[in-house]
């Protein structure tokens, strides 16, 4: 298919530029920061002659544009920060060096990323099925007490803000009926079931917020699908019921969900955030939440940049997926 | 016996042709909506024998596309269908869905009139007529792919191993209605039913179509019903013509019957003037002044009363009793639903 | 012969017919009515109660449960409707119904500015279409594909503290919020501008100005009104989200978000729960209303949102 080979390639391509134009926006409106972060490094009796020293070591002497190259550098080759016995390495996909908490930013990111990896895949799993399932299932039966209970609760998944359900599902779970554990994180590593029993909660809160936009979603393609002529033509065909449904109607819902869950898996990030305040568990948006108090650009900077790139590369693959699932694209 | 009670239920079959294949009785149909029962079809009768075609012509709204979605027993479940519906004799009303899903498109078969949005978009056209296929013969894919081949091969798609990995949108208008075709086709069934086919498609391919379900129809001996607002074709094409207005039968007979012996003036409104034998009949329904009623909005008279310009010759009779189909004279089953007794032109 | 003349009725009024007719809209616009009259009128409500939202009434809270509220559902009682806050024994109902307020604000200012920006954007992207139309739609993809929570909460960062956090947060809210409505606001926009009438108002030399505000505004209106409607719940959550985060409004001033993110520690220790339950609801009701409204506008005008690309 040299189409959908060369379909890829060129959004490949836009996807480099958009990440390069984006890194730099990010690196241009994060160092217009007002506060100095080497007067935070520098300590309380702060001389000119150590903030500088401070300045200098942390390479914020330089020019943005001088900072940013260094920063795509970094990416690519690794940085050092100072000379000598004092130098602090930071390796090779270098994202920035967190002087507070004396890491690399990646490091600081690769020792997070489990907590919210865990959070949103096991969600997004739950809030799939439970979202097309249902969306599906109230779509063929329009206007009866399935389609209305599902509807309904689709409008109140869509009400309630998750940090509120999350705040709910604690206080009736945990703390009333003291089935379940209200926070902490567990690794995989350490104990698969610890791992799910204490991911339990925000899964099925996460679930039930993210599965009502996909039942209203599934449910309005479902309808719209179904009542297409080559549905009719199907069953014109003598496919049964059940094979116009799940051959016919719901392959043409399947593109707008596979976009729409591409997408939100690459937008994981924002949901988490709020998820891991909720449950307290120390995922990436805790370290974004805590480096935006101790004003710690590095971090600030590369949870952002690592965000947009989840963001830019989920776009990429949906529209990859989007060009093997549908024969039209690229054609046009 | 079925035949018997096809008889005197008036699915009679014209021309002394063969034994019908498809007799349809005092078919009803209503739709339950939201705005109260819907009476689309009031009370049809129509037959058609292998080989034959049957066209149903008639206004937009009159029932067509429901009579035929009722036969297939495509109506959505908000429909009430009522009538006799035999296909070889075998009642198809009341069967059960499984049941009716073994004859829709292995015994009767559909073809819609746009081809583009009666075929899956994400199915190559191969899969798609393949499918077909499958449902109704336990084979594998592979040679309900080369079935489907064959099919679209008879059906004049040019290098058609090749084309049936194509999707759709690849094919141009023409070339998607054959595939349609084909897909129809597969099952060799004994009626097909098209649905204003070729309306979608230019002039030119549109002949080239109504050539293809001729040849076809000779070739498998079919029963073709075609609706059509194509009044040239009609004249080419079909042996025996229903007319419908409102949901009933406003006149029904061979071919000659209704362009020379017209009885009903809304026959004679379709055909734009008096029938003249020695000029050809225009090509297209020609517009009658008005609008037909919406269903169920005439409870007494004659449907058409409104907009007839003969109503004045009979008075009264018009406005308060329906008229019941009656024969006329003609080659055989010539029946209008007038009470205007004589041949209307002869009234101006 | 014709019966009757239908008399001419504008889509507006026949939308408005539907809405009326349809149940769950209807319950929405009373809902998101009756939420603007206790926003409009909360100081006056809040004075009624005869409270403010900033005193303390520390006499009203257990020492012995850690500051929580004495009595029951968190200090209800005649003098606090909706009881008062643990630790500080603030009025709860002040805070609530002046929260909401701040909510409903931020939300319709933002829902504005995103409007106004939108739909210019979006109209003149559909109409003058080549490189501009272009240059709209990468910028367009580039807000749209950008973590809009992360960069909020980011930008926390560098803005100086003695800038108003109200005015950030409608800034924030509406830089990354027009995104969305211009790219709807564009795909209704081009099924229009090919149309019969634009063409024929283009082709009798109608300035560009013309057939956007003469024809294509007034045919948008509709659309526009709908896609506002359904993007303010979106707006009245982020705010929430963000006050949530501790990145909104700051204290004292009221906050459903800031209340429930307070609320937190005394929903874990189950000391009181109440103390979510009054915002909880309160917030939960706003953007309830919000989308039911929107979903009935949207049904009445019957517009399609599809993404157009
Ligand atoms: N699902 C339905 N619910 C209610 N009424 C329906 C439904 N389907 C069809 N009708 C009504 O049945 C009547 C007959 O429709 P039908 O589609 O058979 O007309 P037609 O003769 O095929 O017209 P056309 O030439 O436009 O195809 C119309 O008045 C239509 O409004
Ligand atoms: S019955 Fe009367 S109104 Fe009806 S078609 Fe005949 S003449 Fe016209
Ligand atoms: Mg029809």
């Not at chain 3, 257990?62 to 968190?74: E, F």
Request: glycine share 10%.
């Amino acid at each position: 298919m040299p189409d959908l080979l060369w379909f890829v390639l060129r959004r490949l391509f836009a996807t480099v530029l958009v990440m390069l134009a984006l890194s730099l926006a990010v690196y241009l409106i994060f160092y217009a920061l007002p506060a100095d972060p080497a007067r935070l490094a520098c300590g309380k009796p702060c001389t000119p002659d150590r903030l500088e020293q401070a300045r200098h070591f942390m390479q914020l002497d330089q020019s943005v544009i001088q900072q940013y190259l260094a920063f795509l550098k970094g990416i690519f080759a690794g940085r050092t920060f100072g000379e000598g016995a004092a130098a602090v390495q930071c390796n090779a996909p270098c994202f920035g060096y967190s002087f507070p908490l004396a890491r690399p930013v990646t490091t600081l990111i690769v020792d997070r990323l489990p907590v919210t990896l865990s959070i949103a895949i096991g969600a997004a799993v739950l809030w799939l099925l439970l979202g097309v399932t249902l969306g599906v299932g109230a779509a063929l039966k329009r206007g009866k007490l399935f389609d209305r209970l599902a509807v309904g609760f689709a409008l109140i998944g869509i009400a309630t803000p998750s940090f509120l359900l999350g705040l709910l599902a604690i206080l009736v779970f945990g703390f009333w009926l003291n089935m379940v554990p209200v926070n902490g994180y567990v690794p995989l590593t350490e104990s698969p079931v610890d791992w799910a029993w204490h991911l339990i909660t925000p899964w099925l809160v996460l679930a039930t917020i993210q599965a009502a936009a996909y039942i209203r979603l599934t449910r309005a393609q479902m309808l719209e699908e179904m009542n297409l002529d080559h549905i009719t033509t199907a069953r014109a065909k003598g496919a049964g019921e059940r094979r116009v449904v799940a051959v016919h109607g719901l392959r043409g819902v399947l593109v707008p969900i596979v976009t729409i869950f591409g997408l939100d898996l690459g937008a994981l990030l924002g949901g988490a955030i709020l998820t891991e305040k909720v449950f307290s568990m120390q995922g990436l948006g805790e370290l974004l939440i805590s480096a935006v108090g101790q004003l710690d650009v590095a971090v600030v900077v590369g949870v952002t940049l690592f965000s947009a790139f989840l963001v830019i590369l989920a776009n990429l693959v949906v529209d990859v997926v989007h060009g093997v699932l549908d024969p039209r694209v690229g054609h046009a | 016996m079925p035949d018997q009670t096809a008889n005197n239920q008036g699915a009679t079959h014209y021309n002394g042709s063969p034994r019908p294949v498809l007799e349809v009785a005092d078919l009803h149909v209503t739709f339950k909506t939201e705005g109260g029962l819907v009476p689309a079809v009031s009370g049809i009768d129509f037959s058609v024998a292998p080989g034959k075609t049957l066209a149903i012509v008639g206004e937009s709204g009159s029932g067509k596309s429901v009579s035929s979605a009722a036969v297939m027993g495509l109506l959505p479940p908000n429909a009430e269908v009522t009538g006799e519906v035999l296909l070889d004799g075998r009642e198809l009303i009341g069967l059960s869905s499984e049941e009716l899903r073994r004859i829709r498109g292995n015994d009767i078969a559909l073809v819609f009139q746009d081809a583009l949005s009666a075929l899956n978009p994400y199915y190559s056209v191969g899969w798609q007529v393949a499918e077909a296929y499958r449902l109704h013969h336990d084979v594998s894919k592979k040679e309900a792919l080369k079935r489907a081949v064959r099919m679209l091969d008879l059906v004049g798609i040019p290098s058609a191993e090749q084309r049936a990995k194509a999707y759709p949108h690849e094919f141009s208008g023409g070339m998607r209605q054959r595939v349609v075709i084909a897909m129809a086709l597969v099952n060799d069934p004994k009626v097909l039913i098209a649905d204003e086919p070729t309306t979608a498609l230019d002039v030119t391919v549109q002949a080239q179509i109504m050539r293809l379900l001729e040849d076809v129809q000779a070739e498998f001996g079919t029963a073709l019903v075609l609706i059509s607002h194509d009044l040239g074709v009609v004249a080419e094409v079909a042996d025996d013509v229903l007319v419908m207005y409102a949901g009933r039968a406003a006149e029904r007979g061979s071919v000659k019957d209704l362009f020379h012996r017209a009885a009903h003036p809304y026959s004679l409104g379709l055909l734009g003037a008096m029938p003249r034998v020695d000029l050809p009949p225009r090509p297209r329904l020609a517009t009658i002044p008005g609008s037909p009623p919406s269903p169920g909005s005439i409870t007494t008279g004659c449907p058409f009363q409104p907009r007839c310009a003969y109503a004045h010759l009979v008075g009264e009779r018009c406005i308060t009793e329906r008229p019941e189909l009656t024969p006329r004279p003609g080659e055989g089953y010539h029946e209008a639903a007038c009470h205007l007794g004589r041949r209307p032109e002869v009234m101006l | 012969m014709s019966s009757s003349v239908v008399a001419a009725v504008s889509p507006t009024r026949q939308a408005l017919r539907r809405v009326r007719r349809d149940r769950s809209a209807r319950f929405g616009a009373w809902l998101v009515a009756a939420l603007i009259v206790i926003a409009v009128a909360a100081p006056l409500l809040v004075k009624l109660s005869g409270q403010d939202p900033y005193t303390y009434h520390i006499d009203l809270l257990d020492p012995a449960k850690g500051g929580a509220p004495k009595g029951a559902l968190g200090g209800v009682s005649a003098d606090h409707w909706f009881g008062v806050e643990p630790l500080t024994g603030r009025d709860l109902f002040s805070i609530v119904v002046l929260g909401l307020r701040t909510s409903l604000a931020i939300a319709i200012v933002a829902t504005l500015i995103t409007t106004v920006v939108g739909t210019l954007v979006g109209i003149s992207a559909a109409y003058f279409g080549g490189w501009y139309d272009g240059v709209v739609s990468r910028l367009l993809d580039f807000l749209f594909g950008f973590p809009q929570l992360v960069f909020m909460i980011a930008l926390g960062i560098i803005v100086p503290a003695e800038f108003p956090r109200w005015l950030l947060l409608i800034l924030v809210l509406s830089v990354f919020g027009w995104a969305g409505l211009a790219r709807l606001i564009r795909g209704q926009a081009r099924s229009l501008a090919t149309r019969e009438f634009v063409e024929a108002a283009r082709s009798v030399g109608s300035s560009g100005w013309h057939v956007i505000t003469r024809e294509l505004l007034p045919n948008l209106l509709g659309p526009v009104l709908v896609i506002a409607t359904m993007a303010i719940p979106g707006y009245i959550g982020a705010e929430a989200a963000l006050s949530f985060l501790g990145v909104g409004v700051p204290p004292p001033t009221p906050s459903l978000g800031r209340s429930i993110s307070d609320s937190i520690v005394w929903v874990y220790t189950g000391t009181d729960p109440w103390f979510m339950v009054f915002p909880g609801i309160m917030l939960f009701l706003a953007v309830l209303g919000f989308t039911l409204l929107g979903d009935g506008v949207r049904d009445a005008f019957d517009v399609r949102l599809r993404r157009a690309n």
